[in-house]
């Protein structure tokens, strides 16, 4: 049983590698909030079910535990990756290889979750600076493992985002990628995430020239709600999409 004290906890999985690092001023509170209700981060859910174990280091005040946790190779090395796709997300892909680089010596032993995180989050830099290829084989072998793991969120991630890279070039693997990340969004009851998935699906039906009725209904629907997640490049996409199956089927005027 962890003790009502500040210090450092470690999940681990089956082999004794570490999943995640973490601090507290109450180790045992803090921990337990990861099984109950409150947490509703399905990543950090889906790591809570893989660990087989929580180790922790009692330190003597709150402060020493935050020393101890930044002085930790594999939470630095953790910060350093982190930095990296914040990188990414900030359209800085020079700086965000270098970063993921820089961690990945540390971080890609410790476990096949925590490397195919880490190849993951990459494949997305090399996709995004046009190395397409390389960033497919990437995503194509973490989503394997993640699979292996039953990683559902993290798996379905990586099929998004293989789904959005194979769409103008092969959108039947497009649509397998995006239907398959649909239904692990769906067991993992992340609506947000399925709601994108859906879209690449109808994105990919219509790159294979299909014109049926119900997807004019359905890319409208789906287009509200994107807007209403604040996700309008996704919503443009679909309407374009929708566009463009209308004037397929002939009817110019309401396109």
């Known amino acids: 049983h962890l003790p009502h004290a500040p210090g450092v906890y470690l999940f681990r999985d089956e082999?004794?590698?570490?999943?995640?690092?973490?601090?507290?001023?109450?180790?045992?509170?803090?921990?337990?909030?990861y099984f109950?209700?409150?947490?509703?981060r399905a990543r950090m859910g889906e790591m809570v079910r893989i660990a087989t174990s929580v180790s922790h280091?009692?330190?003597?005040?709150?402060?020493?535990?935050?020393?101890?946790?930044?002085?930790?190779?594999?939470?630095?090395?953790?910060?350093?990756?982190?930095?990296?796709?914040?990188?990414?997300?900030?359209?800085?892909?020079?700086?965000?290889?270098?970063?993921?680089?820089a961690a990945r010596p540390v971080l890609m032993p410790q476990s096949p979750v925590v490397g195919a995180i880490c190849?993951?989050?990459?494949?997305?830099?090399?996709?995004?600076?046009?190395?397409?290829?390389?960033?497919?084989?990437?995503?194509?072998?973490?989503?394997?493992?993640l699979g292996q793991y039953r990683l559902s969120q993290r798996r379905g991630e990586a099929e998004l985002t293989i789904a959005r890279a194979a769409l103008a070039s092969d959108p039947r693997r497009a649509l397998a990628a995006a239907r398959a990340a649909r239904a692990r969004f769906d067991r993992a009851r992340t609506p947000t995430w399925r709601l994108k998935a859906e879209a690449?699906?109808?994105?990919?039906?219509?790159?294979?020239?299909?014109?049926?009725?119900?997807?004019?209904?359905?890319?409208?629907?789906?287009?509200e709600e994107l807007d209403a997640l604040a996700l309008r490049w996704w919503a443009i996409d679909i309407r374009l999409d929708t566009a463009l199956v209308?004037?397929?089927r002939g009817d110019h005027e309401e396109a």
Do not use: F, I, K
């Open 200 to 223: 690449l699906v109808l994105g990919a039906e219509v790159r294979l020239g299909r014109t049926w009725p119900s997807m004019v209904a359905r890319g409208d629907v789906l287009a």
């Open 36 to 40: 109950t209700a409150s947490e509703n």
């Open 119 to 145: 190849n993951q989050d990459r494949a997305e830099v090399l996709m995004a600076a046009g190395l397409s290829r390389r960033g497919l084989a990437a995503l194509d072998d973490s989503a394997r493992t």
């Open 15 to 33: 082999q004794e590698r570490v999943l995640y690092v973490g601090t507290s001023r109450d180790l045992r509170t803090r921990v337990r909030t």
């Open 57 to 101: 280091v009692v330190c003597p005040a709150p402060r020493e535990a935050r020393v101890r946790e930044l002085g930790n190779e594999v939470q630095a090395a953790m910060a350093e990756h982190n930095q990296g796709y914040a990188d990414l997300l900030q359209g800085e892909l020079v700086a965000a290889l270098r970063h993921m680089d």
């Open 246 to 248: 209308v004037l397929r």
